[in-house]
């Protein structure tokens, strides 16, 4: 909702407070003011002009030159491009040092050799949007009406010496999508009163029901349908400060019939609708559900074919509206039109809201009719219209109306106790502070024993149980005022749990490594539901799957990041790493019934380049050290290292000689390596590495405290050994010998070499460790390292039969 400042200080008096303060207040009561925006913010120095003579350019076909008055001495030469300046107008002139949006400065300057001091402005230049200029100046300049005082400030002619509060109402706030539901607002939220157009105008003897009668075919749908007839009416625009108003409110002013309607929609929140009466072709409204495949061509020239979903207004035959939508182009108000039907109705919303989805055509009037209007407004809408098409369209407003009202609209009442109002907001209200801010509201209410009975008026529909009274009671009273306590229990809500915590350092340390999270389908097809899967049981098959690709819960991530990685790669982006953190589903075996178990696993895959130096000459493809690597620096995150070890594994999908259990304790919880050649080809894919691990476990595991320990002032002692040993046996094996025997000594163990050659004995090989000791507390003596050295080697020889290689 678009709310102009100067139109609301109509009813409110805002003289002690600027649009932006009073955004902020509004925003802090519970309606959120998107923006404010001054419509003249950056003009200056555009006044009106009174065009004395127009003649053709000398030496331009397309240019006039103007002599216009401005009000200052002399008249001035201007040269205007745009084909409708003439002698007489009264238009918009930037004059010489004026500023225009976009800072765009006027100075003098010679066209096609003549002189020009100023510019003759179209409202598109002077800020207006091009759809909300009136079609017959979509195309050239502005001319004001005759009355505009020449010199005067042309933008406060056109209303744009204002501001514009956007509000972003929320559906229960349709009370608000009207100025005089913003008034109602903005006085309770200052503590003032609200004031209300005086709505007086003279009736002709003629009546109303002699001219039309009104019949409903289901008083469900349409509760009240009022028709009022203005005759005598002069088609003509509508007065500037209106077209104005409505321009700011992002409407397009046609003429002034159609303007006062739309004038009313947005003061009242009634949607109104103006019939040019002699072309109805009846004297009769007949309101009824549409036929099956009926027709109707609306008021934007587009033919609706219609169901019984829509609700229609009639001339006894013909439709002629779609009720609370859009109008007939066979009954639109024309420039010939004399005598106005003037339709104010109450509409079933549901209706309304259906039959604007059914044809995909909302409007300002449906939007309005949908989230609900308030039905005690609908005449004294219909009221202020006919006054308005008195004033400025010249009509002649005939006594009464014809109507159909079977409409019961009686304000509700609530009653809630100042305990629970103080119990729920934490606050010590007294009975006079809630009964004062029930006042600014204009609820009627009454007191006994601490209980408030209010009586709710019908503008507002959201509220209709105890918790809304006290919302309306926190809003006014404050937010900011509302006293502010910590939390008391065992456990302080909305604090993360260890495992969450867990989990978002391992998002942040895979993230930080360079993967990008992907989010992907928990839903697959048979041919993938168990690739890659830890543990395969039979399939959860959805019972009305979107399709046959989705229509299993994946036993594994590795295909859905997979999908990631081939979509990315046909997309040339063939350096990728991704991970994601998301559920696995397995069934419970003998319990089809059962819902399956949910496991919360990680997964990550990655190819192409891992590093790339291009200026050194130096680029890393990935491989498995790389992604292993990966996964080493998240168990050392985690503090889980000491009790992770990988072995050699198989895994279905995976590379056979590139892929390694992980094992947690000695328990497997995921696997790590290539994707197998095969796979990799029928998608299309470069070497793509992957790892999947059970979090669930994986952050479950205890963790011991974390302890520091002093740099140490003493050297270490590195020592190399070659080991000669049979081909099956495996580094890793090794080392964890080699490590459990060195004792404290021993600090450090790494592979920096293998071997298998020519000078090797068939069936051996040769791997070299480096082996680092040191002691925190003294530097160690070789008889010291020799001691721990010979265990080493010892162990090695007695329990893998590895000799020292000469």
Request: glycine share 6%; proline share 6%; net charge positive.
């Given at each position: 909702m678009l709310v102009s400042y100067k139109w609301l200080k109509e009813y409110v008096d805002l003289s002690d407070i600027s649009p932006i303060e009073l955004a902020d207040k509004i925003t802090k009561s519970g309606i959120e003011v998107e923006g404010v925006e001054v419509l003249n913010e950056g003009i200056k120095n555009v006044v009106i002009g009174y065009v004395v003579e127009r003649e053709q350019h000398p030496n331009a076909d397309k240019l006039n030159k103007c002599l216009v008055d401005v009000g200052e001495g002399d008249p001035i030469q201007i040269i205007c491009g745009?084909?409708?300046?003439?002698?007489?107008?009264?238009?918009?002139?930037?004059?010489?040092?004026?500023?225009?949006?976009?800072?765009?400065?006027?100075?003098?300057?010679?066209?096609?050799?003549?002189?020009?001091?100023g510019m003759i402005c179209s409202l598109q230049e002077l800020g207006i949007e091009s759809k909300l200029v009136a079609k017959d100046y979509s195309e050239g300049i502005f001319v004001f009406p005759s009355d505009v005082e020449v010199g005067r400030n042309a933008m406060e002619y056109l209303q744009r010496d204002d501001a514009v509060l956007e509000l972003g109402l929320t559906p229960n706030r349709a009370d608000c999508l009207n100025m005089l539901g913003v008034a109602y607002e903005v006085a309770a939220v200052l503590g003032k009163e609200v004031t209300f157009p005086n709505v007086e105008y003279p009736q002709v003897q003629e009546k109303a029901s002699d001219y039309v009668q009104v019949k409903v075919e289901n008083k469900?749908?349409?509760?009240?349908?009022?028709?009022?007839?203005?005759?005598?009416?002069?088609?003509?625009?509508?007065?500037?400060?209106?077209?104005?108003?409505l321009m700011a409110a992002g409407i397009r002013p046609h003429n002034n019939v159609v303007d006062i309607t739309n004038y009313i929609l947005l003061e009242y929140g009634q949607p109104l609708h103006a019939f040019d009466y002699d072309r109805l072709g009846s004297k009769e409204i007949y309101v009824r559900r549409a036929a099956e495949n009926e027709e109707i061509v609306t008021l934007d020239e587009a033919k609706r074919v219609l169901s019984q979903d829509n609700l229609l207004i009639t001339n006894g035959e013909t439709g002629i509206a779609v009720a609370g939508v859009m109008g007939g182009a066979n009954s639109e108000v024309q420039a010939d039109t004399t005598t106005v039907l003037l339709e104010a109705a109450y509409f079933n919303s549901g209706v309304i809201r259906k039959s604007s989805k059914v044809l995909n055509l909302r409007s300002e009037a449906s939007a309005r009719y949908e989230k609900g209007i308030d039905p005690n407004r609908v005449r004294a809408a219909a009221e202020r219209a006919a006054q308005l098409l008195h004033l400025y369209a010249g009509g002649e407003v005939l006594e009464g109306e014809a109507a159909v009202d079977t409409l019961t609209a009686e304000p509700k009442a609530v009653a809630i106790s100042l305990e629970k109002i103080n119990k729920v907001l934490g606050t010590s209200l007294a009975v006079n502070e809630v009964t004062a801010i029930f006042t600014r509201l204009q609820f009627e209410t009454t007191v006994e024993n601490n209980i408030f009975t209010v009586i709710v008026p019908t503008r507002r529909n959201d509220i209709t149980i105890e918790e809304d009274l006290t919302e309306e009671v926190a809003r006014l009273y404050g937010y900011d005022n509302i006293p502010t306590t910590l939390p008391v229990g065992e456990a302080i809500p909305g604090a993360l749990t260890e495992y969450q915590k867990k989990r978002r350092t391992v998002r942040k340390f895979l993230e930080g490594a360079g993967?990008?999270?992907?989010?992907?389908?928990?839903?697959?097809?048979?041919?993938?539901?168990q690739q890659f899967a830890l543990d395969k049981r039979q399939p959860v098959r959805l019972s009305m799957p979107m399709s046959e690709e989705r229509s299993l819960l994946r036993q594994s991530i590795i295909p859905q990041l997979l999908e990631v990685v081939k979509h990315n790669s046909a997309r040339q982006n063939e350096n990728l790493a991704v991970y994601e953190t998301g559920v696995v589903f397995l069934a419970n075996e003998g319990a089809e019934q059962e819902l399956p178990e949910e496991r919360e696993h990680v997964a990550g895959a990655i190819t192409g380049l891992w590093s790339a130096n291009l200026w050194q000459g130096e680029k890393k493809t990935v491989d498995f050290f790389v992604i292993k690597g990966v996964l080493e620096g998240l168990f050392e995150k985690l503090g889980v290292s000491n009790s992770i070890s990988f072995e050699r594994g198989e895994l279905e999908g995976m590379h056979p000689g590139r892929t390694a259990k992980v094992l947690l304790g000695g328990e497997v919880i995921g696997f790590v390596g290539q994707v197998h050649p095969q796979i990799q080809n029928e998608l299309d894919l470069k070497e793509t590495y992957c790892f999947e691990l059970n979090l669930s476990k994986l952050l479950a595991q205890k963790v011991a405290d974390l302890h520091y320990t002093s740099i140490p002032r003493f050297p270490s002692v590195t020592r190399d050994i070659a080991l000669v040993v049979d081909s099956g046996i495996l580094a890793g094996d090794i080392q964890t010998i080699i490590v459990e025997a060195g004792g404290n000594l021993l600090k450090e163990v790494q592979v920096f070499d293998l071997y298998e050659g020519e000078r090797m004995e068939e069936g051996k090989k040769s791997i070299a460790y480096s082996l680092k000791y040191f002691d925190p507390e003294q530097t160690l003596t070789d008889e010291m390292i020799t001691k721990a050295h010979d265990k080493v080697l010892a162990a090695v020889k007695e329990k893998a039969g590895a000799v020292l290689r000469g």
């Open positions: 745009a084909p409708n300046v003439d002698k007489g107008q009264k238009v918009a002139v930037a004059k010489v040092g004026a500023v225009l949006p976009g800072n765009f400065k006027i100075k003098k300057a010679k066209l096609r050799g003549e002189e020009s001091n469900e749908d349409v509760p009240l349908y009022t028709a009022k007839i203005i005759k005598n009416v002069k088609i003509a625009p509508s007065p500037l400060w209106m077209q104005g108003r993967l990008y999270q992907a989010i992907t389908y928990a839903l697959t097809s048979e041919k993938k539901v």
